[in-house]
């Protein structure tokens, strides 16, 4: 990877206070609304506590939320000419996502590293590997939503894109189990959806095969197949659309 | 294929070059319409024309930034994404192309770290006259600033061939000379350059050759001193009494350096070597009144030319 543009790119991000500002602390709010000062946090799910369950969606929506900014950011630069600019360098297409993608995992291992320090202080309880391993998914899954964004803003290259790509997210997340457990059709339609794979995986090693549920329902169980598989295929699909979008980029605009 | 290449390769070759772009109505506009042009490694060459010519274009299908609809286009003997991935061939673009929240010295870090052998960075940022502004964020940057920076980014492969789309657009007369006296010492070195331009004067001074392009195709190559003689006209019109307008017509069709003679109305518009020649005829024995004399511009030399409008369009099908 060429770590030079990285490293500048990265600079550029953590220059941006106000945009840092946002992705970092408006997840762990929710995490300390949602998760942290409900009475039902301490009960027991798979090989830790609910609210270290919450912790785990609440970093993965804050994960994922600054990886579509960084992705989306993108459109702005197509929009000043960058892309024409890069298109005059050896710099791959390939080459240029990777460091995007690269700049994206580094920003939102902020919010996700504010999340857990959050809930490590205020009571999410769970073993080893429930802690290291989510973290891990959340962490690298999140890449995955660079590309996201990165779809959003070179497909209608405009500022108002990120703002859209974002608002997309929190539909997304409501339909991929982040906010609230999900049952019957909604379930059923949520798993086809992008953030269902990401957070369902993340979860797996404090939930194992558990989903959990609101009002007393019945536990549903779930094979690592389908959010393993609905991953595989939305990371294909939306890398292979961006490749595409950043060749038609480097036209005239 | 070709069996075997020649010995000295062009610098660029454009044959048959074409590419239609579709308008917002869906008109079809032939961009660059069977454009043919070779340049010889060494050559600095203008390609000049009005807007809307094609020039842009063309400069971004010899980049590969641009596929053609038909035609080929080489760089030393490479397709022009290869040349450009071998550092054989950079440029300086007309539009945007900078990140506003990088500092100068960033942006340039960034480019050169892009190629496998990239000129030093402090050397081309001095070389550039950006030292000063090296710590500066290119949103506080003139427009000048910025084209000196796309064109420290442009040198650093140390390309063989420098392309440069209106690189002075937008400059004050300050930072145009300025530009072309670091471009002249970038050219003494041996380079090979290809610079558009609507300005005849800035073809004059700088390029040894100049192309004419209009409505997508090469109107006229030749040394510059010869284009530009072509193209400096001038154009006289006056109101003629409208019962001779026939006997005028032929009569100043008639005077030496007389190019064209236009009739509209009784408005008699003539482009010549000698207007003053023709300002007298007009005057003295002609019955010509309200007399206007203008230096011939630029789309005049291109309608001369071509005999045409400056854009073709097709309408849909």
Redo the contacts between chains.
Sequence with gaps: M????FA?EL??KL??VVSMFFVALLPAFFFLIFGASQDFGDESIGNGNVTLYVMISMAAYGAVTATVGVGGGAAV?R????G????????TDAGFVLVKASVAVVVAAVPITLVYVLGALTGARGNAVAWVLSAVVVLLGAALFALWGLCFGLAFRSESAIGAASGTIVVLGFLGNIFFPLSGTLLAIAKFTPLYGYVSLARYPLTEKHLASADGAPAIQEALWVPALNVVVWTALLAGLAVLLVRKG???? | MPAAAPPATDAVALRGLLKIFRSAEGARVRAVDGLDLVIRPGEIVALLGPNGAGKTTTIDLLLGLTEPDAGSASVYGLPPRRAVLDGRVSAVLQTGGLLADLTVRETVRVVASTYPRPADVAEVIERTGLTALAGRRVSRCSGGEQQRLRFALALLPEPDLLVLDEPTAGMDVGARHEFWATMRAEAATGRTALFATHYLEEADAYAQRTVMVAGGRVVADGPTAEIRARASGRVVSASVPADRTADVVRRLEALSGVRTVDLQGDRVTVTSADSDEVAKALLNDLGGTGLEVATGSLETAFLQLTGTDAAHEETSR
């Design positions: 060429n770590t030079t543009y500048t600079r550029r220059r941006d630069e929009l000043q000419g960058w024409r600019q890069l298109g005059l360098t050896p710099m480097r036209r005239r605009q």
